[in-house]
């Protein structure tokens, strides 16, 4: 007699190594038949942008190589989650259904729903964690709230008990009598049908193996100075791991104990601050899941009220890098080629966009949205919110980067600005960081005519820094009257 089936949904966790969800189904020597279901509709407001489609294209395929080396095969349907899932288990009459958890609003709730359908059925249903280190409701206050400011938040994740070891990648997976019908990759039409991304391609190894590479790569050589140069742009300080982790393609427990176990008395700094940037990431998951509004509303209602500027024109230069202020301009440019900008200058283009500009933060989200490869509801919302003053733990609205004083500082030498901006790679420092006050030689030495070659200022900073506190002003009398 044969035995029933277990259906495995992949969704964010595509990987193999340290995947519970995975191993909990192999544990039952039940035949194992791992799915994924394309069901953009399932994640509204927030559906995967293109960026990301092209990514899930290529990590998909990459799983695809994974299962097979393991004697598995990958399912593939697309339409509404619930829907495919109850066609799946008519066709297979499973056992039960395992998956990891993941925690956008929308799919918490869909995930609910379809838990309690399934168990409505006969089919038992199990989630597990393979995306956080803490789950978001095993982190309160001492008075039992959420947080809302992220250092205490990360001290009592530090109190927390460690997270448990990675799971070794099971080497087989057993495998059903027949298999459900499967569509390919290919049929969900995730990537471009205009060739916009040589330049990501270039730039990116999507899947667990690429992950896995870059986790190495980043071991090797930046982690070591991790906490001096991650503020760099024109270095190779950072990790790069973010697209990664965001696809589940690595987790954040092998990083936790890959990192704990390399420790040694020359390298504690950099542990302690790279770990900090990933307890970052869990607070945007804790912050997304208790206050689910968030990702289309400000925390400080306040802001509801903000006079945000509306213009076309601004919001394109600024998604083009035409704004006159090249570290500006850099970062747009490295995000619109490669699908990702370095988290320093994520700050100042946010800052300029949402405080210069004064337009929205959401108008900002969605770009990044549509453009990283990293795009992430959890760390979107936080990071937008936070740099324009309206979020949890956020730097306050009179907090107004100087985007020539973080350029001279974070990228000295210029080396970032000419790799971005190479209409000025001949004007040297301090020029390269403020091209309209270079004197008329130095222009002429370097072939730059600004308002042809490259840009003048949009606005100047200390007009956009009154304008911005006259804002705040604003509606800091209107929450006091």
Known sequence: MDVRPVLLWFRLDLRLRDNPALCAAVATKAPVIPIFIWAPEDEAP??????????????????????????????????????VLRELVAETQPACVFWN???????????????????????????????LLFEPWTVRTEKGHPFQVFTPFWKTCLKQPAPAQPLRAPEK?????????????????????????????????????????????????????????????????????????????ISPREIWHSLLARQNDDNQTSIQAYLREVGWREFAYHLLFHFPFTSNAPLRKEFARFPWRRSAGDLKKWQRGRTGYPLVDAGMRELWTTGWMHNRVRLVVASFLTKHLRISWEEGAYWFWDTLVDADLANNTLGWQWTAGCGADAAPYFRIFNPVLQSEKFDPDGEYIRKWVPELAGLPAPWIHKPWMAPKEALEAAGVRLGEHYPLPMVAHEEARRGALAAWEQISKQSWS
């Not at 559906?47 to 598995?72: T, V």
């Not at 495998?175 to 990116?204: F, Y």
């Not at 667990?208 to 071991?219: D, H, T, V, Y």
């Open 46 to 83: 927030w559906p995967p942008g293109a960026a990301s489609r092209w990514w899930l294209h290529h990590s998909l395929r990459n799983l695809q190589e994974g299962l097979g080396q393991a004697g598995s095969k990958l399912t593939i349907r697309k339409g509404p989650a619930e829907q």
């Open 173 to 249: 997976l057993p495998r059903p009598s027949r298999w459900p019908r499967s569509a390919a990759v290919e049929d969900l039409e995730l990537e471009p049908k205009v060739d916009w991304a040589s330049g990501i391609r270039a730039a990116w190894q999507p899947g667990e193996a690429g992950a896995q590479r870059q986790f190495r790569r980043f071991l090797k050589g930046a982690f070591a100075r991790y906490s001096s140069d991650r503020n760099f742009p024109g270095k190779a300080g950072t990790s790069r791991l973010s697209p990664h982790l965001h696809f589940g393609e």
């Open 101 to 131: 958890r993941r925690y956008e609003p929308a799919l918490v709730a869909r995930d609910q729903k379809i838990k309690a359908a399934l168990l409505a059925e006969g089919v038992a249903v199990e989630s597990f964690n393979s995306a």
